[in-house]
């Protein structure tokens, strides 16, 4: 017995179970939907079956409207092959809203073995899906190589299947089916959360790179930052024994062709140099110090409240050297006495009349010698003094640069050290605010899959037993279906 209007049949069956679903949400059109897979002759068929059944809408995939379930599907396949996977989740797709399915194997009069193809489909449908056992199929040449085309068997086929008076009420049912199959899969997979867990990974793996991220580069720069800071210490101080080393060797070598009278220029110009090493030395430093805190993208060390200090040493003592002159002008004297006495001996043996010529003349060379060797041996002690002199002034430059250096340094490292802190601070600060940001949308995906498993929990026993109980009018259709075809038919079925 059918019900008068086969939709309201269809939707009593789901409000039996839930009031509250009204509709599956689909809308029926009379248009017979032609489809398949590529190239499969769905054009053809369609074509044919126009012109064969001119009272029926024919449509393919392409021509159906959005939101629009066919009232029939032929689904058409090529006996070239049997189908595949993707052939199936095709049929899927067609027949979602629609229980009316017809299979169609094409170009029968090119492959003829289509037969074996067909069973072969026929299998592979049903093992698919269990609601693809009942498909009829039968096989059609809609655009041979040769003669008319061969729809016959399907004509007739899509005639009794158009007029069947239960279709629309199975259409709706299966409609039905597919809509709460969609529906529970949703309530499913939001109560598990399975759309958030991407994005929950996500934060996730971010808030543990960011945590990674601050302890590597702290470690980072806190190792860069000492290095850095020991480097500088030991070039530094290279530099400014260097820089000492070499005016010491400048200033000896200027001693050598030093006269008496040069000599106060010369403490002086030492003087300056040794100044002029401290601003070297200095300025260094500074060059140095300020590249460390640039690579180190940090502020720039404060200069020192004033230059360095220049070690001040007092003069060479050039005039305190009383016993050294006496014993000088001694040998001095007794140097020029044996010249004295050497050389009026030699007048003496010359001439016997040259005596007193000769003491003078002895005299004066004696003297002569004298003053001389006095003169040289006091400026070569002067040139020592000297020497000394620049060995303590660069000795006493060398340790002020080098304290100059470290104290620079040891400053130069405190101010790093603050200014890596407060970075530091910042930074860590920045990481902070978004780990709390990713917690804070995590917490929020975590509430809304909770909200969403309450959801499904209250939803989801109707929508199942609505679901159920389409399947099961569906199968009692079935079983009816059978029962009545073997009757009518005693065993002439059609593609069956
Ligand atoms: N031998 C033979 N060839 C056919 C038959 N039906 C279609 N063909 C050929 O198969 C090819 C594809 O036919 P179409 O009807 O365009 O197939 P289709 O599935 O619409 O193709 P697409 O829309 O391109 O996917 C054409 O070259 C047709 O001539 C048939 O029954 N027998
Ligand atoms: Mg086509």
Redesign the pocket.
Known sequence: MTTPDPVAAADAVVAAVDPTLTSPGVRSTDAVLVT????????????ALRSRLPEVTFV?ADELAVGTAPRAVVF?V?AAAPVTPSDCELLDLAAAHTDGVVGVV?????HHDWREVLATDRDLLAAHRPRYTRLPWVG??????AGD??VDQLVDLLRGLLSDPDLLRRNRLRAWESQLDKVITRYRADGDGADRQARVSTLRSQRDDIRRGRRLEKSQRTIALRSQVQQARVQLAYFARNRCASVRGELQEDITGLGRRRFAAFEDGARRRAAEVMAEVDEGVTTHLTAVAADLHLDAVPAPDGPAAVPDLPGPPLRSRRLETRLMMLLGAGFGLGVALAVSRLFTGVAPGLTVAGVLAGAAAGLAVAVWVVGIRGLLHDRGVLDRWVVDLTAALRSAAEEAVATRVVAAEAALTGSLAADEAAESETAAGRIAEIDAELREHAAATVRAAALRDRRLPGLLRARDAVRAALDDDFCGELTDASERNSGKTVGY
């Open positions: 398949g897979p590529w190239l499969a002759g769905v054009s053809s068929l369609a074509a393919e058409a090529s094409t170009k029968t009069d090119a059609a040449a809609a655009a041979p190589d085309p061969a």
